[in-house]
């Protein structure tokens, strides 16, 4: 049984995580002024990517996810247990995504929000009763996975600043934050409010790496600040979000980067 809506209700993006949640292997068909592309995914992974346009000859390529994002309207089919051709796609969906939205945000393309409840229940409405309800087993599924790994994630990365605030010397403080200076995770003193840390931290992330591009130094890996009382250690550890240490004045500033880049790699594992 195939599940099939409009793609002004639900992205792409939308479809290939409801699909990766659960696993299985599937294919995601989506058509737009009659050109059709093709998404096949096996075991929570895109495997395959290929774009038709009119009658021309397909064209297999991970770089084809870049175009088919801009498809805002046009019609999308799901149809379960369609194992993949072949293996054409070497990064993560995640990784396509990122690299995707960041191309078209370049372009001015991107769309502020996402789709509303209600164009999803116009979407749902449409559907016959059978496609209703496993569309809405897959979107239940999919928060509820959400929520549970975002859980183990925090409960990990709680784990691991403690462990190494615990066990070091030079390191008195950590914490996880993202790019939007949201708090994941800490490990700080009494005295400090892990929300204020995350905000700073972001802020000063940022002001870095707009520094550094402007003097086309490109992208910032890392950034310390020595203050009065003590150093701020701010390493990236993904694509969103950055690793924070928190060190005494007089530190050893090499085994303290060292211990902080080993965290910030464990973190990047975790997310």
């Not at 346009?53 to 089919?77: H, I, N, Q």
């Not at 130094?217 to 993904?238: F, P, W």
């Amino acid at each position: 049984m195939a599940i099939e809506g409009d793609l002004r209700d639900m992205s792409l993006p939308t479809l290939v995580q409801l699909v990766v949640h659960e696993r299985g292997q599937a294919r995601i068909e989506v058509e737009n002024k009659g050109n059709k592309g093709f998404l096949y995914l096996a075991e929570g992974e895109l495997h395959h990517v290929e774009l038709h346009r009119g009658s021309g000859d397909a064209v297999v390529a991970e770089e084809v996810v870049y175009e088919l994002l801009t498809w805002r309207e046009g019609a999308f089919k799901i149809e379960k247990d369609v194992p993949p051709p072949e293996r054409s796609v070497a990064h993560s969906w995640d990784y396509l995504v990122m690299e995707g939205l960041r191309q078209l945000d370049e372009q001015g393309v991107v769309d502020e929000g996402e789709e509303s409840e209600e164009s999803l229940a116009d979407m749902m409405a449409d559907l016959s009763p059978d496609d209703a309800a496993m569309l809405q087993n897959l979107l239940a599924q999919h928060s509820e996975k959400e929520e549970d790994e975002m859980a183990s994630k925090s409960e990990q990365l709680k784990s691991l600043l403690n462990e190494l605030v615990n066990s070091s010397t030079d390191i008195l403080g950590a914490a996880v934050v993202d790019s939007d200076g949201l708090l994941l995770a800490s490990a700080l003193s009494g005295s400090l409010d892990g929300n204020r840390v995350a905000a700073v931290t972001a802020g000063l992330i940022s002001l870095s790496s707009r520094s550094a591009q402007q003097l086309g130094q490109g992208g910032v890996k890392q950034t310390l600040i020595q203050a009065e009382n003590g150093n701020i250690i701010a390493i990236r550890a993904s694509d969103r979000a950055s690793f924070v240490g928190l060190t005494p004045v007089g530190v050893n500033l090499g085994m303290a980067f060292m211990e902080c880049g080993d965290a910030a790699a464990a973190v990047g594992k975790i997310l």
